[in-house]
Each structure stands twice: as structure tokens, then as C-alpha cells.
């Protein structure tokens, strides 16, 4: 499992989750939308509670 954090992010005035791999590196939640040059978009929550569902959902994966 790994660690989840969900901050506030000043710039896009959302709420991010920071997942801690198990090699110790940090990063943000997010997905590819394209692959062809390895284009990734951080997602974005309105609330910290909104992030914390996401991660509460899954619990096989992630912890706060």
C-alpha cells in the first residue's frame, strides 16, 4: 500500500493527491491523456473531502 496525501494546490485552487511510491518518490494523482508524447494531467478535487472519498475507495491500494 501507499501513502496518500491530499493537499490544496494555490495555483489551480483545488485539492491534489501526492501518493508516496514505495521507492519514496512523490507523485501526483492524475492520468494520460496522450500517450504518444507522455501527456499527463493532474486530476483535481473541490474539496479535501472529495479527495479523501477518492482514496477511501481504495483502501487495497491507498491509505491517508
Known sequence: MMKATPKFDKEFEKWVIDIETEDGEVIPVGH??????????ICKWDSEEQAEDWIKARPEKFYI
Open 32 to 41: 494520460t491523456i496522450e500517450e504518444s508524447i507522455g501527456l499527463f494531467e
